[in-house]
């Protein structure tokens, strides 16, 4: 209903900007900068956003990358805000219930797309990097120590609509837990495929992760379907770069948050001689900066210095 209504106002909006500009000519690029509102009066987003951008954890990559973009657009004076995961959450869903402008930091796989009509904003530089994969690493002589839970863990690939699903019902309610046993149980023949030629076991095996949406739901599915097999296991949320950290020191076995080849790109240099690579767990993520669609601004060089 709200997605249906915004679409609507975009529309509206995106129409009345059409017809101004096809009465005013080509000569009046002077503002370009300045989008202008279904009302016809000008809109400049970046006063309007306060020249800030809505952080999360300034350990995420994004946050970082956002950092990098206000330097490489020449965006003087805005501020990425430090925050959490869920309070950039609430904060664009309070913005868009109010139909107001908002710039955020965000992700791939992600429900708020599913739940918001949103877009990326173009990044001519290429400061967040292109398409991404998500990567499962192990702390070494982790192989040859649970070489059941490895494979399991190699075999573990699935994609932004599976991850998608899983996120939607925690942001629906359900526990991690709750969701991550509820999507295995709908998804019998992919977890099977997991689970191919592993054999049961009851060791213990520590997971970290970071609380992003997309990694509690990844964390909590293989958990659970190591669980299921039998195994011991413990899942401990912990700051970015101290989860790589702890892997590449051995003091927790494996994670399946590594974002590359960009967004964690720094952590991997850094750790990837004492870790081992277990694959790919999923294709098609990506981070940028991200806004309302009934936002009249399309990419970063749009935004103004203060
Ligand atoms: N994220 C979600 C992370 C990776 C997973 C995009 C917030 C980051 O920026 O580091």
Redesign the pocket.
């Known amino acids: 209903m709200l997605k249906n209504n915004l679409k609507r106002l975009g529309v509206i909006a995106g129409l009345s900007l059409t017809l101004i500009a096809a009465g005013c000519g080509s000569d009046d690029n002077a503002d370009s900068k300045d989008a202008t509102d279904s009302n016809g009066s000008d809109v400049n987003y970046s006063e309007e956003v306060g020249y800030t951008i809505t952080g ?2 300034p ?7 956002a950092e990098n973009a206000v330097e490489e657009y020449d965006l003087d004076g805005w501020d990425v805000q430090a925050s959490s ?1 869920g309070a950039m959450a609430s904060a664009l869903g309070a913005a868009i219930d109010n139909e107001e402008p908002i710039i955020v ?1 965000g ?1 791939t796989p ?1 429900w708020k797309f599913a739940k918001y009509d949103l877009k990326y904003l173009e990044d001519p530089k290429g400061v967040f990097g292109e398409a991404e994969t ?1 990567n499962t690493m192990a702390r070494e002589g982790f192989s040859s120590d649970h070489p059941n839970a490895a494979k399991l863990l190699e075999q573990f690939n699935w994609t932004t609509d599976d991850i998608e699903n899983v996120m939607s019902k925690i942001s629906d309610g359900a526990t991690p837990e709750d969701a991550a046993v509820e999507w295995i149980e709908e998804n019998e023949d992919k977890v099977e495929a997991w689970k191919d030629g592993v054999e049961e076991g009851s060791d213990s095996i520590e997971l970290v992760y ?1 609380e ?4 509690v739901s990844s964390t909590n599915v293989v958990g659970q379907v190591l669980t299921d097999l039998g195994y011991d296991v413990k899942i401990t949320s912990l700051d ?1 770069a101290v989860m790589w950290q702890t892997i590449a020191n051995g003091d927790a076995d494996a994670m399946v ?1 590594a ?1 590359l080849p960009a ?2 790109g720094d952590l991997y240099e850094d750790f990837k001689d004492e870790i081992e690579e277990l694959g790919t767990n999923l294709d098609g ?1 990506k ?1 940028g900066l991200v806004v309302p669609e009934y936002m009249d601004i399309d990419s970063i060089e749009d935004l103004e210095a203060k």
């Open positions: 999360i954890e350990g995420a990559g994004v946050f970082k990358a995961s930091t992700w992600h998500i970071v992003w949406d997309s990694e970015n948050s974002w967004t964690h993520a981070i």
